[in-house]
């Protein structure tokens, strides 16, 4: 059974950072693409950063370019979100989720993924 763990949010002034972290377990980390995804009160999920099976490829929702890193140690089974240059919109619950399906480009939309963590919570006050 797939488990997504997340860790690494919390409360930080506008400008700060964070590193939310995301550990798997359940099946073959190293062949699936992941996903950060957030979600504010009253709004949908979604998309933040993915990342390939490999590393190799990565894909970010636009208000986050040049402020958030998604990475990856397969040796590990965990992927990371580096966030800095917070902003009080960034504000959310954050969640990882895995793919459904193996060696393929990360997907940006929450029907791409399957297994989802429980989310950590950030907080960005101004």
């Known amino acids: 059974q797939v488990q997504l763990v997340e860790s690494g949010g919390g409360l930080v002034q506008a400008g700060g950072s964070l590193r939310l972290s995301c550990a798997a377990s359940g099946r073959t980390f190293r062949m699936y693409a992941m996903g950060w995804f957030r979600q504010a009160p009253g709004k949908e999920r979604e998309f933040v950063a993915a990342i390939s099976w490999s590393g190799g490829s990565t894909r970010y929702e636009d208000s986050v370019k040049g402020r958030f890193t998604i990475s990856r140690n397969n040796a590990k089974n965990t992927v990371y979100l580096q966030m800095n240059s917070l902003k009080p919109e960034d504000t959310a619950v954050y969640y990882c989720?895995?793919?459904?399906?193996?060696?393929?480009?990360?997907?940006?939309?929450?029907?791409?993924?399957?297994?989802w963590g429980q989310g950590t919570q950030v907080t960005i006050s101004s």
């Open positions: 989720a895995q793919e459904d399906r193996a060696w393929t480009v990360p997907g940006i939309s929450p029907d791409d993924y399957d297994y």
